[in-house]
Every structure is written in C-alpha cells, then in structure tokens.
C-alpha cells in the first residue's frame, strides 16, 4: 500500500525538495509500519468493502489494493469479490459477522449493521 509514496519522491526532483520529501515518505511510512503492528496485535477483524448497491445486491470489492490494505491491518474482505443478494442469508450473516463495512457507492441496509450514502462508514458487532 506504501508504493505510490514514491510519486511524492518522484514529483519533488522537479521542485529540488528532495529532502522534504523524503522525511514526508519516512514518517508516513513510519506511522502506516505502527499501526500496522498495532493492527496485528490486536487480532483479525472482518471488513464488508461495498463497492456497488442496488435496491435488491451488492457488490462486494475484489480490488487487490482493498485486500492489501485490509491484510495489512490483519483484517479479512468479508465476501471478497461477490455480488450478493441483499435479503439472502450468505449476506444476512457476512453483515452480522463484520467489525466494519465500508460503502463506496450506494446505500445497503441490513440487520446485523447500517451501512449507507457514498463513502459511509458504520460498524457491524461492534460500530465504527
């Protein structure tokens, strides 16, 4: 997830601020490395990355860059990649199960958790 922290490095040859950017790449990648670590320590958690919804599915991420970053903070894609019906019982117990659900598109509403409006953010057990 790190990797295009490099275009900041790249972008500032033409701006002979180097230096500066090169201390804004180390403590971002320094911050990322803690709360990684700090992630890791405090167990597994499940995430619904919701990238479409409609009034009857959703759809589910299969964004490797979403797998990494979620991998990286030692969470799991709930569903990855899945287009799946929103009154099913494979969605009912994903909404139930997850930690956090993160809605890109649309608005998707369950029992379990609410997840709603264009880069909504809300927790399923235990709310975000």
């Known amino acids: 997830p790190l990797g295009k922290q490099e275009w900041v490095e790249f972008v500032s040859l033409f701006y002979n601020a180097e230096g500066m950017a090169n201390y804004v790449v180390y403590r971002s990648q320094e911050g990322y490395n803690a709360s990684a670590h700090l992630a890791r320590a405090q167990g597994a958690a499940s995430v619904m990355w919701v990238t479409k919804a409609t009034a009857t599915e959703v759809t589910l991420t299969s964004d490797r ?17 899945r287009v799946v019906a929103i009154d099913g019982a494979e969605y ?37």
Do not use: M, S
Not at 113 to 126: E, L, P, S
């Open 65 to 81: 860059w979403v797998k990494a970053l979620l991998r990286a903070a030692n969470a799991e894609a709930g569903l990855f990649g």
């Open 92 to 128: 009912q117990d994903a909404l139930k199960a997850a930690d956090a659900i993160v809605v890109t598109d649309g608005a998707v509403r369950g029992r379990g958790g609410a997840a709603g409006g264009a880069g909504g953010v809300a927790g399923g057990q235990g709310g975000v």
